[in-house]
Each structure stands twice: as structure tokens, then as C-alpha cells.
């Protein structure tokens, strides 16, 4: 027996970074620490809903419930996903900093250095979350947005070219919020409306933005 906002829903999130091999002992990544998608977790949890956390690497630990999935790449992401999605799945959010290209090919050795200058070839990894939300039986999708410039509208074309239902973004041109913080600040937006989140702890705007995706959900 559970209560909350999210009482019994089962919801599944994206965190922290990809990382695309290039032979066995390098790859391409980024700088996502995963806070606001473990954040996100524990407010949900909070919230009564069952969570299960597909998880890039990062160094956190996993919030007391919440079912994690370990993974490296985006397309062992995306797998994981539609896995999650097909056990059950009332509310996706992606939060995880998927890297836009991988390596064309994974070498099978170490490569070794020959030369001035060397070239990867990089191709374009799948979109998790606008697969999630193309599928018949669709959950409800939340994505995240980082944008340095005309915040508003990159957010309201990427809720509609992904298909999302509510898209949070962030002002990664602040110093002071984002990527490796414990703070962040937000717009949310979704079909008919917005709300701006000021600058708090992450775990504060998780419980926010879980008390949105509650309300819309439900309607
Ligand atoms: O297009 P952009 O990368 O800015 O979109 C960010 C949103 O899309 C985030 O919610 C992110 O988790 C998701 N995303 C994804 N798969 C990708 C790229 C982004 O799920 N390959």
C-alpha cells in the first residue's frame, strides 16, 4: 500500500552520461554527474511511484528503492529503455547526457599512436526518449533540454519534434547551476503552459517538477 502523488506508477528515468568505446580502453563521453536524474529518482520515490534508474557512469550512490540498470553506451541505453518500457511503464524522464555520435566502429585493440593527427568517424547515436514517445503505448514523456541561448524556443521545438509531453530546461550559460551542481534553476513547458523553477537544491526541483508531472499526468 503506497501513498502520494504518484501512488503504484511506475516510472522510469535516464541519468548521468553515455560513453561511446573507441577501442577497449578509451571512449567519447561528457560531463553529466547524474544528480538531477538521482534526484529525480528519490522524489518519485517519495512520491509512491515504482522507479527503475537506467544509469550511465557516475559516482553516486542509489537512492533506497529504486531499481537501478547499469549501463555504458546509448544503444545499451535505448535497449535498456524499451526493455523497462515493455515491462510497464506510466512515466519516462529523461534526464541522461546520451552522446549525440559514437565511434563508427569499436577498434578491437588498443590503438596505437602512428602519425600527427588521427580522425574518428563518429555516427549518430538513436534518440531515447522521441523512440520512447513514437511508441503505441506511449507513457508519459518528459524530457530535459541544456541550452546557452533562446531558451524558450529551443525548448517548445524540441517538445514538439520529440513528442513530449513536458520538457524541463536548463540555462547551462550559468555558472552557477547545472551539469556538476548540487543546485539548478528551470523552465518548464509544456503543451499550453510553463512554470519557472528558481534557482534551488536539485533535490528541491525534483519535488517540483515530480509535483508537475503529477498533476499533468493525471488530466
Ligand atoms: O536533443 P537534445 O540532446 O538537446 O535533447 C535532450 C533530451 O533528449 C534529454 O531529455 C535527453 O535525455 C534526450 N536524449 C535522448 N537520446 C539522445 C539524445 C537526447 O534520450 N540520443
Redesign the pocket.
Known amino acids: 500500500f503506497t501513498t502520494g502523488s504518484l501512488a503504484g506508477k511506475r516510472v522510469v528515468i535516464?541519468a548521468g552520461p553515455t560513453r561511446e568505446a573507441i577501442d577497449p580502453v578509451r571512449y567519447v563521453s561528457n560531463h553529466s554527474s547524474g544528480k538531477m536524474g538521482y534526484a529525480l529518482a528519490q522524489a518519485c520515490i517519495e512520491a509512491g511511484a515504482r522507479v527503475t534508474l537506467i544509469s550511465g557512469p557516475v559516482h553516486l550512490p542509489t537512492p533506497d528503492r529504486v531499481h537501478r540498470l547499469n549501463v555504458n553506451s546509448?544503444l545499451d541505453?535505448?535497449a535498456a529503455?524499451g526493455k523497462a518500457v515493455d515491462a510497464g511503464c506510466d512515466v519516462f524522464?529523461?534526464?541522461?547526457?546520451?552522446?549525440?555520435y559514437r565511434p563508427v566502429s569499436v577498434a578491437e585493440h588498443k590503438i596505437k599512436k602512428a602519425g600527427d593527427a588521427m580522425t574518428i568517424e563518429l555516427v549518430r547515436?538513436?534518440?531515447?526518449?522521441?523512440?520512447?514517445a513514437a511508441r503505441a503505448d506511449r507513457p508519459f514523456v518528459?524530457?530535459?533540454?541544456?541550452?546557452t541561448q533562446n531558451v524558450e524556443a529551443?525548448a517548445l521545438s524540441?517538445l514538439r519534434d520529440?513528442k513530449?509531453d513536458m520538457?524541463a530546461c536548463n540555462d547551462v550559460s550559468r555558472q552557477d547551476i547545472g551539469f556538476q551542481s548540487d543546485d539548478n534553476a528551470m523552465v518548464i513547458f509544456w503543451n499550453g503552459g510553463s512554470r519557472r523553477l528558481d534557482k534551488a537544491p536539485k533535490t528541491f526541483i525534483a519535488r517540483e517538477l515530480v509535483s508537475l508531472i503529477s498533476q499533468h499526468f493525471s488530466q
Open positions: 535516464t546509448a541505453m535505448l529503455s524522464i529523461a534526464t541522461a547526457a546520451v552522446a549525440d547515436n538513436p534518440d531515447i526518449v522521441a523512440t520512447m518528459v524530457g530535459f533540454a541544456a541550452e529551443y524540441k520529440k513530449l520538457i
